[in-house]
């Protein structure tokens, strides 16, 4: 198993950027998560299987960040729109099994993680 991420950068405030997360295996839930420096990892998005795929987001993120799945590239993205200095973090994609609700959250649930990706919002 393994998930690696791509397309952090330096970006400016109201700017743009596509985190990539190219993964390995199967599984039914995937995620983002941030950790910026002296905060506590914040989850953002999830995609879960399920009629179709289902996504979940954050308020923080919520109309800015869209997650998606493509299955035939294996590949887990996060799109970024309107970017502001409060998102600079490194951010991590994470995969695990059947979550639903509030576990969808939780960081301890998901199994599996990236090694992160450096944004930055200057």
């Known amino acids: 198993v393994q998930l690696v991420e791509s397309g952090g950068g330096s970006v400016q405030p109201g700017g743009s950027l596509r985190l990539s997360c190219k993964y390995s295996?199967?599984?039914?839930?995937m995620g983002w998560f941030r950790r910026a420096p002296g905060k506590e990892r914040e989850w953002l998005a999830a995609?879960?299987?399920?009629?179709?795929?289902?996504?979940d987001y954050a308020d923080s993120v919520r109309g800015r960040f869209s997650i998606s799945l493509d299955n035939a590239k294996t590949t887990l993205y996060l799109q970024m729109n309107s970017l502001k200095p409060e998102d600079t973090a490194m951010y991590y994609c994470?995969?695990?099994?059947?979550?639903?609700?509030?576990?969808?959250?939780?960081?301890?649930?998901?199994?599996?993680w990236g090694q992160g990706t450096q944004v930055t919002v200057s």
């Open positions: 995609y879960y299987r399920g009629a179709g795929g289902s996504t």
């Open positions: 295996g199967y599984f039914y839930c």
């Open positions: 994470a995969a695990g099994p059947r979550l639903s609700g509030g576990n969808l959250l939780r960081a301890d649930k998901y199994n599996y």
